[in-house]
């Protein structure tokens, strides 16, 4: 009996903006992580969306991460994510350049209850610090902060990450400007190069996933 060939068609009917929507509020914050998020908002950042911190708390707790470094504090509410995916003694590592940023995240944090020895906020040039932290440490490395140094964080990741760990990069997407390969703004630039290197690098499986403005998951191989 001849097989018969069955082609299935690959046509997607993307998401509107109900459905996106629906999606990001999915899963309500916490009310620690919905204050930071406020705070940062007030203060005239631009934090993580509800989706991207479930997102987040997911992927901590999905592969027991017990060492979280961020690259961009913003008011803490992304190492406020980690740290309830996280089990008991799990410490976030959050880096930032403005010091202002990590006064009102050490507020949220020890307000939700985390002892200091959880969290560790260390004010400075990124690209100064990451250097110094140790090799492998990390289960989870999440790079969200100055979107023109984004392939130096890239480069830096690799070295910090233990196999299995986590390469999270968010704002992939920045504003639908990434996937217009006619826009040609700085931070388009950058993003599509660091988003190349970590596919030309072949040390992690990836997907870049449409949440938030853009979320980069890539597992180190």
């Known amino acids: 009996m001849p097989s018969r060939l069955w082609i299935v068609s690959n046509a997607v009917e993307h998401p509107n903006a109900a459905s996106w929507s629906f999606a990001e509020d999915h899963v309500a914050p916490s009310p620690e992580v919905a204050e ?8 005239d950042l631009t934090p993580i969306t509800t989706g991207v911190a479930a997102t987040l708390k997911v992927l901590a707790r999905a592969i027991d991460a017990k060492h979280v470094v961020e690259v961009g504090t913003l008011m803490g509410a992304s190492a406020l994510s980690f740290l309830e995916g996280m089990g008991e ?9 403005e010091a202002d940023n990590q006064l009102p995240a050490r507020r949220f944090i020890t307000r939700a209850g985390y002892p200091s020895s959880r969290f560790r906020l260390i004010a400075g040039a990124p690209l100064d610090v990451l250097p110094k932290l140790r090799d492998g440490a990390y289960d989870i490395v999440f790079i969200n902060a100055d979107k023109l140094e984004y392939v130096e964080y890239v480069a830096g990741s690799l ?20 996937a217009k390969t006619s826009d040609e703004s700085d931070e388009a630039i950058i993003i599509r190069e660091a988003l190349e290197a970590v596919t030309a690098s072949e040390s992690y499986t990836q997907a870049l996933l449409p949440v938030g403005n853009g979320l980069l998951v890539a597992v180190k191989d």
């Open 36 to 43: 930071a998020r406020d705070e940062a908002i007030v203060a």
């Open 89 to 97: 003694g799990g410490i976030v590592t959050s880096i930032d350049s």
């Open 159 to 178: 070295r910090l990450l233990r196999h299995g760990g986590l390469l999270v990069v968010n704002d992939a997407l920045w504003h639908n400007k990434v």
